[in-house]
């Protein structure tokens, strides 16, 4: 007995150590991590009027925000001039929300955020940990609204995937690593694997 519950063990560790190797950033998927800013804003609740109020403190913050980062190229160099914007950008979402009479509070922070999985039109990004600019309205308790900042691909929902392709080209991705976010068939098993990493981070994760 004792024999067969070592070798269950063993065959359990081998396969949990095979998808764990299977999990690994290959074929250039880290620099995904390193090459975007994504933006968070969070409302205030889930009323109505909140979830309005969020959209229109995200228009603003987005307008401000494509004029600071214009002639950025690569994200160290949208990194180095959004922190000094911090107070630009609260600014910015103070002045909707009192334009809307709402006294809410507004918190603009940079720095790194865990994301799940997310698909924004034709891309796919893996869950992991990004650079976020987070809009924290109110309480920050209601739902709230992921994009990509930096290569500006929020800025125009319309967004077409040869617009994407090359901002992502020009912010330092190669061609193959930028296949590895479009979302297509050609890249299912890098979705899978991006699927299977957020389930194994929240079961061996802190």
Not at 78 to 95: I, M
Request: proline share 3%.
């Amino acid at each position: 007995m004792k024999k067969m519950f070592g070798s269950l063990m063993l065959s359990a560790l081998m396969m949990t150590a095979a998808l764990l190797m299977a999990l690994l950033p290959v074929h250039g998927e880290e620099a995904v991590y390193d090459s975007v800013i994504r933006l968070h804003v969070l409302a205030n609740s889930n009323s109505e009027e909140d979830q309005t109020l969020k959209l229109q403190v995200r228009d603003a913050v987005l307008l401000e925000a494509q004029e600071i980062l214009q002639g950025t190229t690569d994200r160290a160099e949208a990194e180095a001039v959004l922190y000094p914007a911090l107070p630009r950008l609260q600014r910015a979402a103070e002045k909707a929300l009192a334009a809307a009479g709402c006294r809410d509070a507004v918190r603009v922070t940079l720095g790194d955020e865990e994301y799940p999985t997310r698909t924004y039109e034709q891309l796919a990004f893996p869950a992991g940990e990004y650079l976020s600019l987070r809009v924290l309205i109110g309480a920050a308790e209601g739902e709230n609204w992921w994009c990509v900042l930096f290569p500006p691909l929020c800025l125009s929902a319309a967004t077409s995937e040869e617009e994407a392709e090359t901002a992502f080209l020009a912010a330092g991705l190669s061609g193959e690593q930028y296949r590895i976010i479009t979302d297509s068939d050609e890249n299912t098993k890098y979705r899978l694997r991006f699927k299977l990493l957020e389930v194994a981070q929240s079961v061996f994760g802190d």
